[in-house]
DNA sequence: CGGCGCTACGCAAACCATTGCAGAGGGTGT
DNA sequence: ACACCCTCTGCAATGGTTTGCGTAGCGCCG
């Protein structure tokens, strides 16, 4: 039923193989006969059939993206940058939800691979081992993640860091707390790190509280372990954590930003909308889909770069409602440094 | 380089027939025969070629998804239950953002046609014809979309509207306002007809304001305009929307709920955790997802259905803190239909 | 005018798995 | 002992496209 590149051959009084040729290399044909195929072609509709041409070629046209929970806005944002950069480039997307599960994330790309020229991964959990294994099987590009040899679009959580704490340490702060998202997530490990080396420059002292789940309900619980401390900001792991915090300040009547500021990272959506809206750094998720697609592209198509080239990309620091000035008597909370089995950079 | 099942044909000292029924239609080899097959496939870490697979069985294991917009917290849920599906029934899924232009859609649809198997849509947007068309092209089946003969996973909107009907009624509400999505999605087509013959039956005033866009700006936007008319209640047609009415009742001073009742769609993540948590109806969207590919992959491996089977799937109100007894005086309004000025209260 | 080279096209192999058909071998019934 | 059947396995065709190689035709130069 579906037609075939004999149809269009037989239409155009020419041989299937000058039909391939017309319809790639375009050169190969004269051009007056490059014209009577196109015209066929196009008035019986011909589409090549995909699996007949990647039998053949190897290539499948295809790329795969999988994320560790589409739940998160973060990653439906990266999912839009894949798919748009992919689409130019002519290929189509497969994607699968690892569901957090790493050993459920590597079935599905080794799954995906025979199906696939290259797959990006979103995989804060996967161990290296695993990374470079599945490495072997496909080609990968990651995100926001570092190893060695394999390509990766990075954001620079640590640079938004930095702006984070400039930020507060101009606002007069000298004293906050780091909730920490999972600690075996490596995005975790990487603000954690930017952190400690910004807050060492400009005489903050952090104290860290967690790991905890990077959703609401972590946030919800870390809140009350921050109150506690006296500290007189507060900087989550991620933006839905930093709602949960926004939410339990305003329960137990602290206001924000007199009495605490808060600080996010990711700047989803509901960082905008809700109220106060919320100080955060924007995470440049669909430039990131793109820059790892770009990689991955690169990687299938040209000449492998080798060595694993990384693209860094930019964060900014959006100052909103939640952050200010801080409240006066923080000064002595600063000047108490022994009292807690925290971390001071 | 990759392993076919010549490889393991050798090395297990039969013929590449007896490969591929030893690993499909297992009966018709001897057991002793099979696990020596099985047993070279495991070693050499054979997977059979889709592209040759689906070459000879004309079927690629393969289905497809169109949402308008990823950004849309509904359409992930859809996503999540698609793909748990799929798996489950041994698929892949393609995946395309329609970025919420119907031409690109049909382009998407038709791009993706010769890699899958079937695709589910969900095309608020696209006009009648134009899904009928789709459905020519491969096998279709649709999401809170009805169309005869074209199979359908339906969330039960007017149901979900009656239920909020029947507990603004309760509350004593007597005239409310809906806020329109866009005019030409289906379901907000679906949720007025619902909301107009529920309000009839309970005696509800309902004014009707809008189209919106269906973000939190419109409901920005819209909620000056509910107020002004000095409704008790608002129904959103989403959560987005109810969202940005919290936010603008909020920054106007309106109470909520003591002044104003509001009303969301949908049962986003964030509905449950904005100040006050939203009463919305929940919308079944991973279910909606599995039941969408349910019917896919009935009318694709059985005999088809024909007569687009429908499965309707339910919607339930979620009370929360945003409803409450119509403040006092609003009988009066109710009795008052014509007057403009605003708010009261 | 003959030989050479170039262009444009066709032939056929190859890619890999599936499946209808046929055949080999062993067992059973007569 | 022969015919028949049944089980298991192999052969070969099939699907649609790409591509290396061969060749026909033509122009150019010697």
Redesign the interface.
């Known amino acids: 039923m579906?037609v075939t590149i004999h149809d269009v051959a037989q239409r155009a009084q020419v041989s299937a193989s000058t039909v391939s040729r017309a319809l790639s290399a375009s050169h190969l044909v004269r051009g007056t006969t490059r014209e009577r195929v196109l015209a066929a072609a196009k008035e019986l509709g011909y589409?090549?059939?995909?699996?007949?041409r990647?039998?053949i070629t190897g290539r499948?046209g295809?790329i795969g993206i999988v994320v560790p929970d589409?739940?998160n806005?973060f990653y439906?944002?990266v999912?839009?940058g894949v798919?748009?950069r992919a689409?130019q480039g002519g290929y189509?997307?497969?994607?699968?939800?690892g569901e957090e599960d790493p050993v459920a994330e590597e079935a599905l790309v080794?799954?995906?691979?025979?199906?696939v020229d290259g797959v990006v991964m979103c995989a804060p959990f996967a161990s290296d081992a695993q990374l470079r294994s599945l490495a072997g099987v496909t080609s990968l590009t990651l995100l926001n993640r570092r190893l060695r040899d394999i390509p990766a679009a990075l954001m620079d959580s640590a640079g938004g860091m930095r702006q984070v704490v400039d930020h507060l340490a101009a606002l007069g702060h000298h004293r906050c707390a780091y909730l920490n998202g999972p600690n075996n997530a490596w995005s975790n490990r990487e603000r954690r790190r930017g952190l400690r080396v910004a807050a060492a420059r400009a005489h903050l002292t952090v104290v860290e509280f967690g790991p905890f789940e990077p959703k609401?309900e972590g946030g919800v619980q870390a809140a009350d372990l921050a109150l506690a401390d006296g500290v007189t900001a507060i900087i989550a792991y991620n933006d839905l954590m930093a709602?949960?915090v926004l939410?339990r300040l305003?329960d137990r009547g602290v206001p924000v930003p007199q009495e605490m500021s808060v600080v996010g990272f990711d700047n989803l959506?509901?960082a905008a909308?809700?109220?106060p809206p919320l100080t955060t750094v924007a995470m440049p998720m669909e430039a990131g889909g793109r820059a790892a697609v770009d990689l991955l592209l690169a990687g299938i198509d040209g000449a492998d770069d080798g060595a694993g080239p990384h693209r860094e990309l930019t964060t900014n620091l959006i100052v909103r409602a939640t952050t200010a000035a801080a409240r006066p008597h923080s000064v002595s909370d600063a000047s108490r440094p022994g009292d807690r089995p925290g971390v001071r950079g």
Chains 1, 2 share one sequence.
Do not use: I, W
């Open positions: 579906p589409q090549p059939n995909p699996a007949a990647s039998l499948t295809n589409l739940n806005p439906t944002g999912l839009r798919q748009a689409r189509a997307v497969f994607f699968a939800d080794r799954a995906m691979s025979r199906q609401f709602l949960g939410s305003a959506l509901y909308v809700c109220a």
